[in-house]
């Protein structure tokens, strides 16, 4: 009888304890998932930029081969139009990238799939594949904005 007693007595006081490890499990799920949603929502915002920049890199060399063509040697025009379909397809790849980023988003919202830990951990990975390929389109977009100089184009380079 006294060991059915103490049996009772350990399980109601490993209760609360095991309550609070669970909370404080489910807390700290909900803060990696907070900074997961953070850590998408800059990388999302930095596509967006690149867009942009490449956008407006677009409109610049077409607007120059518009104006300028008849100045320019068949050579210059010849890069200018190629120069200008690298600039469209890497727009259009940072618009799929950034769209992918908010896709991934919104998994990293759904809090049924963060309590999977190894499904957290891939997410994880997941977010810092994406983050290279964020670094790596910036790195390229740097590029193409050197190459627009050295051609004669506006344009920036940061």
């Not at 063509?69 to 210059?76: F, K």
Request: charge should be negative; hydrophobic fraction near 40%.
């Amino acid at each position: 009888m006294r060991k059915l007693i103490a049996a009772g007595m350990l399980a109601l006081m490993a209760g609360p304890a095991a309550l609070s490890a669970q909370q404080h499990g489910q807390q700290h799920a909900q803060e990696q998932m907070q900074r997961m949603q953070q850590h998408m929502d800059q990388m999302v915002q930095h596509m967006s930029q690149m867009q942009e920049r490449l956008q407006a890199m677009e409109q610049q060399m077409q607007q120059r081969m518009q104006g300028g063509a008849q100045h320019m040697t068949e050579q210059q025009l010849h890069q200018h139009q190629h120069m200008h379909q690298v600039a469209t397809s890497m727009r259009e790849m940072a618009g799929q990238m950034r769209q992918a980023m908010m896709q991934v988003r919104e998994m990293a919202r759904d809090r049924a799939m963060h309590e999977d830990g190894e499904f957290q951990q891939e997410m994880e990975r997941l977010r810092e594949h994406l983050q290279g390929m964020v670094e790596e389109m910036a790195s390229g977009v740097q590029v193409m904005e050197r190459l627009q100089q050295r051609t004669g184009g506006a344009g920036a380079s940061q």
